[in-house]
Every structure is written in C-alpha cells, then in structure tokens.
Nanobody, 115 residues
C-alpha cells in the first residue's frame, strides 16, 4: 500500500503563499487520481483539487483561481500551490491517492493563516 506524507504547512500571514507537498512511497502513476482535500475545524473534509493520471486538473469552486495542483511524477510528488491566503483557509490539508476502488490518505499538514 502506498504511503503519503504531506509537508509544507505552517503559519502564514493574510495574502501570503504556501506550497504544500505530498510525497508518495511509490510511483504516483500507479494511481488514477491524486487529490488534495482540507478539513476545517469541526467540519467534514472537502475536496479542493484533483489531478488525473493524464495530468489534467480540476478544482472545487473554493480553490479555483488561487490554488494549483501539480505533480512531479519522476519524484513521486504532488503539490498544492496556494496564493492569496485568507484566515478562512486555516485547515488541515490532506493528500489522497485513488486506484480503482482503493484510496489512500496522508496524515495531513496544518495550515494557519493570520493577519
């Protein structure tokens, strides 16, 4: 089973940028979909961005225009570039891999946005 480890979270001021990384223990091209989710305090996880095996991205409305999902398949890495961050972006951010009926999650990385 693939292991996913998120990193790059931390404290950033309003309007700042942050680049999250998801390191996979095996070839990410073994998976149909890579995705980023986030979970605000007390809420369910919400989908932010999806990257198909062909490299085609799709975004939730909450992410569109500010967040960008990319990959470096040679390094087994998936990234989420976040710009113009706001306090309401404060959440635990998760990486997910899907292969057919199976899906795998990382442990998450905390992003906190302050003024």
């Amino acid at each position: 089973q693939v292991q996913l480890v998120e990193s790059g979270g931390g404290l950033v001021q309003y309007g700042g940028s942050l680049r999250l990384s998801c390191a996979a223990s095996e070839n990410i091209l073994n998976y149909n979909v890579m995705a980023w989710y986030r979970q605000l305090p007390g809420q369910q996880r919400e989908l932010l961005a999806v990257l198909s095996i062909h490299g085609y991205p799709n975004y939730a409305d909450s992410a569109k225009g500010r967040f960008t999902i990319t990959r470096d398949s040679a390094k087994n890495m998936v990234y989420l570039q976040m710009t113009s961050l706001k306090p309401e972006d404060t959440a635990l951010y998760y990486c997910k891999a899907r292969s057919g009926r199976r899906e795998f999650w990382g442990q998450g990385t905390q992003v906190t946005v302050s003024s």
